[in-house]
């Protein structure tokens, strides 16, 4: 099998992961999905390794990036759609791009605001909330994807936030509002939703 085919099936591979992994997480199919995200990463890399390779061997030289992106700023000048018609032609790249770049934004994001003092907040509540380990049982997996929305000082700030984990009695979804006083973060309300049966629970 040559590298030509090579790279288009890892980079094909990857991108049809990275899509079922975001909706696997979405829908609590976890881990699964958390491992499917880093599968996907892993073959998206064996890919452009691939195509490196398969374009140096055609060209005998790596791809000149600058001046690939010179000549189409130049050719978009004179015609706007001359973008549209190198995307189509390039299709495979352009979507590798795009899985690249979703890739590093979710990567910063989950090491930043997903690690943050809020979510971290909303974690130790559901963990140590007796009335909420008696409907979901211990809670194995958190989803990687978070919906955080924050503004805070060191001193005081306010939150909301969603996320998804799966416990020993199924996947729920958390929403929940949060308050920062004195320096501390407390959970104000918390949605609790079961996504087997649909089930309520709010926590004040």
């Not at 759609?81 to 352009?94: D, Q, R, S, W, Y």
């Not at 729920?172 to 949605?191: A, H, T």
């Not at 089930?199 to 004040?204: F, G, K, L, R, S």
């Amino acid at each position: 099998m040559n590298t030509k085919t090579l790279f288009r099936i890892f980079l094909t591979s990857g991108f049809i992961l990275w899509v079922l992994s975001w909706i696997g997480d979405s829908k609590g199919i976890l881990p699964i999905s958390t491992y499917g995200m880093i599968f996907s990463a892993l073959l998206t890399g064996l890919g452009i390794y691939f195509w490196l390779k398969s374009y140096k061997e055609k060209r005998g030289h790596y791809p000149k990036f600058l001046k690939i992106y010179g000549n189409l700023y130049k050719e978009m000048r004179k015609n706007p759609f001359n973008g549209i018609f190198f995307m189509v032609k390039h299709l495979l790249k352009f979507y590798t791009l795009i899985l690249i770049f979703s890739m590093i934004l979710l990567f910063i994001g989950f090491i930043t605001i997903g690690q943050s003092e809020p979510v971290k907040t909303v974690q130790s509540y559901c963990e140590n909330n007796s009335e909420i380990n008696k409907i979901t049982g211990k809670i194995n997996h958190y989803g990687i994807l978070r919906n955080v929305n924050s503004k805070w000082s060191s001193e005081t700030g306010n939150s909301e936030l969603s996320l998804v984990f799966v416990s020993d009695n199924g996947v729920f979804n958390v929403s929940s509002k949060l308050e920062k006083e004195n320096g501390e973060w407390k959970v104000k309300k918390l949605e609790l939703k079961d996504k087997n049966t649909g089930a309520n629970n709010v926590y004040n």
